[in-house]
C-alpha cells in the first residue's frame, strides 16, 4: 500500500462518528404493515360480497354482510396452504413435461375447485349462520381457481 492510501485509511478511521446526527426511528415500517393489512381486509371484503352475490343465486344464504366477510375471511385462512399445495401438482408436471399446457389447465381447474369446495363445505358445516348449498359452493369454487390457470406453465416456487 502506498503511503498516500494508508494516510486517507487513517483520517477515514480518525474521523469523529459522535459529530453526525443520530438517526430517528420512524413508524414507517409499522404504518406500511397496517396499510398492507388493510388493503389485503379489503380485498377479501370486496371477494366476500361478489361471492355472496354470486352464491345467492344458488341459494346461498346468511343472516349478515359481516358473516359472509367472516366466511369468506375464515375460508381463505383455512383454504390457503391447502391451495397453495394442490395447485403446484400441475404446474410441476408442466414444466417436467409430463402433461401439456392445455391438460396441467384443466388439472389445474380441477384441483383447484376440488380444495375450494371441500374448504367451503366444511366452513358451512361449521358456521351456524351460514347455509351453501352444493352449486352455490361449486360456482365460486370454480370462479376462484380460474384467476390462477394464467400462472400454470410458470416454474413452482
Not at 65 to 93: D, E, G, N
Amino acid at each position: 500500500m502506498s503511503k498516500k492510501n494508508i494516510k486517507r485509511l487513517d483520517k477515514k478511521s480518525s474521523a469523529k462518528t459522535s459529530t453526525s446526527a443520530p438517526r430517528k426511528k420512524s413508524g414507517n415500517g409499522l404504518f406500511g404493515y397496517l396499510l398492507g393489512f388493510a388493503v389485503v381486509i379489503a380485498v377479501i371484503g370486496a371477494i366476500a360480497f361478489g361471492g355472496g352475490m354470486v352464491m345467492s343465486f344458488f341459494g346461498f344464504q346468511s343472516e349478515s354482510p359481516m358473516s359472509v366477510v367472516l366466511f369468506f375471511l375464515a375460508a381463505t385462512a383455512i383454504s390457503y396452504p391447502l391451495i397453495r399445495l394442490v395447485t403446484q401438482i400441475p404446474r410441476i408436471m408442466c414444466v417436467q413435461h409430463m402433461i401439456t399446457k392445455g391438460a396441467a389447465s384443466a388439472l389445474y381447474i380441477a384441483l383447484g375447485t376440488a380444495a375450494n369446495a371441500i374448504c367451503f363445505y366444511v366452513l358451512d358445516l361449521m358456521m351456524d349462520n351460514i347455509s351453501a348449498t352444493f352449486p352455490a359452493i361449486l360456482v365460486i369454487s370454480v370462479l376462484l381457481a380460474l384467476p390462477g390457470v394464467k400462472d400454470v406453465d410458470k416454474r413452482p416456487q
